[in-house]
């Protein structure tokens, strides 16, 4: 078998992204160059790596034991250039992956926790939904994910090995709405008062969930502004444009002009956040992330 890194980067680039095309994209190639690439690492290997299907590009059995030994490998390789280009071989790097909304309340206090008591520790984060962050720590492009779940919590994927989760916290979910709208002045809302109201969602495709409408809201959601950003949902809240369902946790990172509502009149929506790895032992360094967003979420900051 002969194996090229540029193979093997490109093998885990599509198990990270789920489909040919995606992954041509954060590589820079052609969508063919990538194709190509899977071809010729299926010629070599003598097996099938990928199962290609409606809905985008899955890893065969002998695809995700090849990932294994690729990550490694380019792992390897990547220290190897740190060592030639002269990093400091005593600082240690953690790749986190979360979901948006935590990049405005939990990770900034954490990192900052994080740094005050290991500075050693070098922390890079990517943000993405629930399934890109799945397939990233499959490829090994992350070392850890903070994941959010509902009731039943059930299991992320159906991949094997089953990936590691350690239970950070349970959230509750509020709507965001204006302070200066109908529901001025007001601590909470009937879920009755929430149908026919203007949401502001996330767009959905695929198997990612629509983001932002209340998860039990009876009949069809009006959706009048599909956004991705949370600083722009929230700021469309605020000018009286729409609603939307938040983490109870963001409060102190609202902008002027946002109220948080409790919903009557429905079971309330519990999130479970969890940190999530592959297998195994973590390192030292992992485990000190771990324990800086644990303790961001025993002691968070006050609200203003």
Same mark, same amino acid.
């Given at each position: 078998?002969?194996?090229?890194?540029?193979?093997?980067?490109?093998?885990?680039?599509?198990?990270?992204?789920?489909?040919?095309?995606?992954?041509?994209?954060?590589?820079?190639?052609?969508?063919? @160059?990538?194709?190509?690439?899977?071809?010729?690492?299926?010629?070599?290997?003598?097996?099938? !790596?990928?199962?290609?299907?409606?809905?985008?590009?899955?890893?065969?059995?002998?695809?995700?034991?090849?990932?294994?030994?690729? *990550?490694?490998? !380019? #792992?390897?390789?990547? /220290? /190897?250039?740190?060592?030639?280009?002269? @990093?400091?071989?005593?600082? #240690?790097?953690?790749? +986190?992956?979360?979901?948006?909304?935590?990049?405005?309340?939990?990770?900034?206090?954490?990192?900052?926790?994080?740094?005050?008591?290991?500075?050693?520790?070098?922390?890079?984060?990517?943000?993405?939904?629930?399934?890109?962050?799945?397939?990233? +720590?499959?490829?090994?492009?992350?070392?850890?994910?903070?994941?959010?779940?509902?009731?039943?919590?059930?299991?992320?994927?159906? #991949?094997?090995?089953?990936?590691?989760?350690?239970?950070?916290?349970?959230? #509750?979910?509020?709507?965001?709405?204006?302070?200066?709208?109908?529901?001025?002045?007001?601590?909470?809302?009937?879920?009755?008062?929430?149908?026919?109201?203007?949401?502001?969602?996330?767009?959905?495709?695929?198997?990612?969930?629509?983001?932002?409408?209340?998860?039990? !809201?009876?009949?069809?959601?009006?959706?009048?502004?599909?956004?991705?950003?949370?600083?722009?949902?929230?700021? !469309?809240?605020?000018?009286? =444009?729409?609603?939307?369902?938040? %983490?109870?946790?963001?409060?102190?990172? +609202? %902008?002027?002009?946002? *109220?948080?509502?409790?919903?009557?009149?429905?079971?309330?929506?519990?999130?479970?956040?969890?940190?999530?790895?592959? %297998?195994?032992?973590?390192?030292?360094?992992?485990? @000190?992330?771990?324990?800086?967003?644990?303790?961001? =979420? @025993?002691?968070?900051?006050?609200? %203003?």
């Amino acid at each position: 078998m002969d194996f090229s890194s540029a193979g093997l980067r490109a093998l885990r680039q599509i198990a990270e992204s789920g489909s040919f095309t995606a992954a041509a994209q954060r590589l820079g190639y052609t969508q063919s @160059a990538v194709s190509r690439q899977a071809a010729a690492l299926e010629r070599s290997a003598g097996t099938a !790596l990928f199962e290609r299907r409606a809905d985008g590009v899955r890893l065969t059995g002998a695809g995700l034991a090849l990932l294994r030994h690729a *990550t490694t490998i !380019l #792992e390897a390789v990547a /220290a /190897a250039e740190r060592d030639l280009a002269g @990093a400091d071989t005593r600082s #240690e790097q953690v790749r +986190l992956g979360a979901f948006p909304s935590a990049g405005s309340t939990l990770l900034p206090a954490a990192l900052g926790r994080l740094a005050e008591s290991d500075p050693r520790i070098t922390v890079t984060t990517r943000e993405g939904t629930t399934p890109f962050l799945v397939r990233a +720590l499959r490829a090994g492009t992350l070392d850890l994910a903070l994941l959010a779940s509902r009731p039943p919590h059930r299991p992320v994927d159906s #991949e094997s090995p089953r990936l590691q989760l350690e239970r950070v916290a349970d959230t #509750e979910l509020v709507v965001a709405a204006s302070s200066i709208g109908g529901f001025a002045g007001r601590a909470s809302v009937h879920v009755r008062e929430l149908v026919g109201a203007a949401w502001i969602a996330t767009p959905s495709s695929g198997a990612e969930p629509l983001l932002g409408v209340w998860p039990s !809201l009876p009949g069809r959601p009006h959706i009048a502004h599909a956004v991705r950003d949370w600083l722009t949902k929230l700021h !469309l809240v605020a000018g009286g =444009f729409g609603v939307t369902t938040v %983490p109870a946790a963001i409060r102190p990172v +609202l %902008p002027p002009g946002v *109220t948080l509502l409790r919903v009557e009149g429905s079971p309330p929506e519990v999130r479970r956040l969890s940190l999530a790895r592959l %297998p195994g032992r973590p390192t030292a360094a992992m485990a @000190a992330v771990v324990r800086a967003v644990r303790d961001q =979420f @025993a002691s968070p900051p006050p609200v %203003p």
